[in-house]
């Protein structure tokens, strides 16, 4: 077992243990490593080239130079019911009523939750010198590949070399 892959366990700790609106969690992580992060990097160029969106070129190849991934979700997050509106609706809305590349709508303050539950996952990283950057673009291509069960995904890719892989892009 690698010490980034040990990173990665930690992040996923500090993911989990996150505060979130009520106490109610609907966070779910997996680490993503081997040839599965191969495999991922490429369906990230493939999906990029495929649906004529930028960059996924520049993230999938990120992938492939990194250790190992971790995947942050959300799965099955019912709305806090405070029919406070930041979705747009002004009643809390029926969750995953469509399918894009994530499922939804999404009740904005879970969606705080998966942000403050990542920005501590990266936290974490960071206090143990593991580089590594929030990918939006690892999450589309991660739950088309069932390589976890959420609603909304995204990825942190870990590397520890002389020069963080992910700050000359």
């Known amino acids: 077992m690698s010490q980034l892959h040990t990173i990665a366990e930690l992040m996923a700790l500090s993911?989990?243990?996150?505060?979130?609106g009520r106490g109610e969690d609907f966070i779910v992580t997996e680490i993503v490593e081997g040839d599965d992060l191969a495999v991922l990097g490429r369906t990230m160029i493939e999906f990029g080239e495929r649906s004529g969106k930028a960059l996924f070129d520049r993230d999938g190849k990120n992938v492939m130079g990194s250790a190992v991934v971790l995947l942050i979700g959300m799965k099955d997050a019912s709305p806090l019911g405070l029919n406070c509106g930041a979705c747009g609706a002004e009643k809390c809305v029926a969750i995953n009523t469509y399918q894009g590349e994530f499922s939804g709508p999404q009740c904005c303050l879970r969606m705080l939750d998966l942000g403050i539950a990542t920005g501590s996952a990266?936290?974490?990283a960071s206090l143990l010198n593991a580089d590594n950057r929030i990918m939006y673009r690892i999450g589309p291509v991660a739950k088309e590949m069932g390589l976890i069960d959420a609603d909304v995904v995204i990825g942190i890719p870990l590397s520890a070399t002389g020069k963080s892989i992910y700050f000359d892009r």
């Not at 993911?15 to 979130?20: L, M, S, V, Y």
């Open 15 to 20: 993911a989990r243990t996150a505060p979130k």
């Open 122 to 124: 990266v936290k974490t």
